[in-house]
């Protein structure tokens, strides 16, 4: 199969996890719907764990792996709050501003400059933002054109989104320190598989009833951890056959796929204006990626 084929259905298949996590999960606590996006696809993850085992790594690999893994949770945490308790059209899109934020850690602690390739990336993304709050504004009544970017941080789901994408922007620099020692066909379902063991420690201790969904899945759980399952397996996969800039730039298209997914089963009357401003996100999220290549 294709990168390009692997790439799409890596974001067709997270962008279904998200929106029937919030369909057939959405009573469930936060805890239980990490344990299942985690703990339950590291169980469906073992057999190719077995198949493709790690190789020995050296102690630098564990520093990088131990730092991402509490921020791993932490964001899935808030990942699973926001489409929970919000709009997938007003959540999923602010995942854009992940590379945005790679590149503003990189100017402040680097000294990296941004190109204009760059600069056009963040510009599309930020206006995205904007766009999809903009029935907040009259092009008639000056004082309301803020009212957008207000409407970003008064939502509890876009705040956390956000978060989710500020940390996100640590833990990819963080995966690809450990991705150093190890190829990514091994790393992929072996950390999926760390994480799922993290979740049950941090889980199972402070909220032991959230084992239960391990224990006794519902088909909902079960059909959600099997494409969380799968998200890893195509994402390493598309990996392996072209450079990660094409392959980010290609699975960003799950923030389309997850809006229309989320107007499809929950209605969405602002449907063009969300899909627009969407497009708009992840073609900036191109731009940033594909900077890179030359």
């Known amino acids: 199969m294709d990168w390009l084929t692997l790439a799409l259905l890596c974001a067709v298949s997270l962008a279904a996890a998200d929106a029937l996590t919030k369909k057939w999960l959405a009573r469930h606590t936060a805890a239980e719907l990490v344990m299942v996006r985690f703990g339950l696809t590291a169980l469906l993850l073992i057999p190719w764990v077995v198949a493709h ?40 899109p602010y995942m854009a501003f992940t590379p945005v ?58 705040r956390l989104m956000l978060g989710v994408a500020l940390i996100y922007s640590i833990t990819s620099v963080q995966g690809k320190g450990a991705m150093q020692y190890m190829a990514g066909l091994e790393f992929g379902a072996f950390y999926f598989l760390l994480v799922g063991v993290m979740t ?14 391990l224990l006794r899945p519902s088909w909902g759980a079960i059909i959600v951890a099997a494409l969380m399952a799968a998200t890893v397996i195509t994402h390493y996969l598309a990996l392996e056959a072209i450079q990660t800039a094409y392959m980010i730039a290609v699975k960003r298209t799950s923030i389309l796929f997850g809006v229309l997914f989320g107007a499809l089963l929950f209605g969405d009357r602002r449907l063009w204006q969300h899909l627009g401003a969407s497009v708009m996100m992840v073609a900036g999220v191109a731009l940033i990626a594909l900077q890179t290549i030359h």
């Open 200 to 213: 049950l420690a941090v889980f199972g201790a402070r909220e032991p009833r959230s084992v239960r969904v």
């Open 101 to 158: 934020f790679s590149m503003g850690v990189a100017w402040l602690l680097l000294g990296e400059r941004v190109s204009a390739q760059g600069l056009a990336g963040i510009l599309l993304v930020t206006s995205g933002a904007y766009a999809l709050n903009l029935g907040h504004a009259r092009l008639t009544a000056p004082r309301t054109w803020l009212l957008p970017v207000v409407a970003m941080f008064r939502r509890k789901g876009s």
């Open 53 to 92: 085992p790690p190789t020995p790594v050296p102690a630098p690999f564990w520093w990088w792996v131990g730092t991402a893994l509490p921020l791993e949770v932490l964001a899935m945490v808030m990942y699973v709050i926001a489409i929970r308790d919000s709009a997938l059209a007003l959540t999923l």
